[in-house]
């Protein structure tokens, strides 16, 4: 069973080897690999929220190798993950801004009547599986922490 994600990663490769876009290829190439390696490990296809999943996942290292070589003084290594993360991010949902988490984050927190880090967790588990492929888990925890903190 193929899904819509599937075919248009499939035809995204095609197009990309035509054009030749390394960049373009290499991205879906290690996203078609992290697939195969979730289905192999869940022994069944994945559906499009996991697919979505392991594509956030792929973007995340992405985002993490782009920080590292940033550290190290890698320029080149800095664009070609770049590259690679701008086409991971066309395949998923619109990001949330930081206001958008915000505003979400309050009405959890007051809906929870969460108050210090005690809640953290609380506060945290709710949002993140409201919020899931939307947002970045470490930006939401530091908006959490600081609306917590400000209590």
Do not use: H
């Not at 290829?25 to 697939?35: G, H, Q």
């Not at 296809?45 to 992405?62: N, S």
């Amino acid at each position: 069973m193929t899904t819509k994600l599937i075919d248009r990663l499939n035809e995204d490769l095609k197009e990309a080897m035509r054009a030749g876009d390394e960049a373009r290829k290499l991205a879906i190439r290690a996203v078609k690999t992290a697939i195969r390696n979730a289905e192999v490990e869940k022994m069944a296809p994945l559906d499009e929220g996991e697919i979505l999943a392991v594509i956030a996942k792929e973007a995340k290292m992405r985002r993490d190798a782009i920080e590292e070589f940033k550290r190290g003084g890698r320029p080149d290594l800095v664009a070609k993950e770049e590259a690679e993360l701008a086409v991971l991010e066309s395949y998923l949902p619109r990001q949330l801004t930081e206001e958008e988490i915000e505003a979400r984050a309050r009405e959890v927190i007051e809906e929870l009547k969460a108050a210090g880090q005690a809640n953290m967790g609380n506060a945290m588990r709710r949002l993140m599986g409201e919020l899931r492929g939307r947002a970045d888990g470490r930006l939401v925890n530091q908006i959490v922490r600081r609306l917590l903190e400000q209590g």
